[in-house]
């Protein structure tokens, strides 16, 4: 098995939700496009990630969504040196399809206070749904990891709620551990780096929040 030496986790630049949650209201979540900023801090990570990538090959996944899709090419990566694919199990969280304002600020509410892992918003998704999906892409992942020529790298081109839930299943994270960590900001990323060990350790962390509060104390 030819495991990668770096798998790397990249949320989109800002998009037009970022800036104005309004559009919701008049545009698919999908059909989201970047802002001009959210151009420049993908551009900004491309400038980091060729670096570190240098001459080394590139497996990438990319949530199917227009701001990720955008995202990926503003990273401007040596298309000689990259395999790319859409990845629908990477998109980002599903709210339902055509969104109210107020609807969805009394349902993050609700989240807040039932948790962010275990809320399910009305016609969408909870963070565990995600969670099993993202399973099912990691049980798809380590099977591509057979091949004798896979590339040294792995990147992934997602949501900042994705990326939790990736590392939370990578690493075995409890429920509170997830609970008690931020998303990484708008085209940032994170490198999951292997070691001599022939493990994978992550390069920094998430900001934590609060202090995670395990679910098997007493009441």
Not at 26 to 44: F, I, S
Request: net charge negative; aromatic share 12%.
């Amino acid at each position: 098995m030819v495991r990668p030496r770096r798998i790397v986790l990249v949320r989109h630049g800002e998009s037009e939700g970022n800036a104005d949650d309004t559009v919701y209201e008049r545009e698919p979540d999908h059909a989201l496009r970047l802002t001009p900023y959210g151009r420049e801090q993908a551009a900004a990570s491309g400038v980091r990630l060729r670096e570190i990538f240098g001459n080394e090959t590139i497996s990438a996944y990319v949530s199917p969504y227009r701001r990720t899709l955008q995202t990926f090419r503003e990273l401007r990566l040596d298309p000689t040196r990259v395999r790319m694919r859409e990845e629908p199990r990477l998109r980002e969280q599903d709210w339902g399809n055509w969104q109210d304002r107020e609807d969805v600020k009394l349902q993050k509410a609700y989240r807040d206070a039932y948790g962010h892992f275990f809320y399910r918003f009305a016609q969408g998704e909870s963070g565990a749904d995600v969670y099993d999906r993202v399973g099912s892409f990691l049980e798809s992942l380590y099977r591509s990891f057979e091949a004798p020529d896979h590339p040294q790298n792995v990147l992934l081109v997602t949501h900042g709620l994705t990326m939790r839930l990736f590392c939370m299943r990578w690493f075995h994270w409890s429920v509170a551990e997830f609970e008690s960590l931020s998303n990484p900001g708008n085209g940032d990323f994170r490198m999951l780096l292997l070691g001599p060990d022939g493990r994978y350790r992550l390069d920094r962390p998430f900001e934590r929040w609060t202090t995670p509060e395990p679910y098997d104390l007493d009441g």
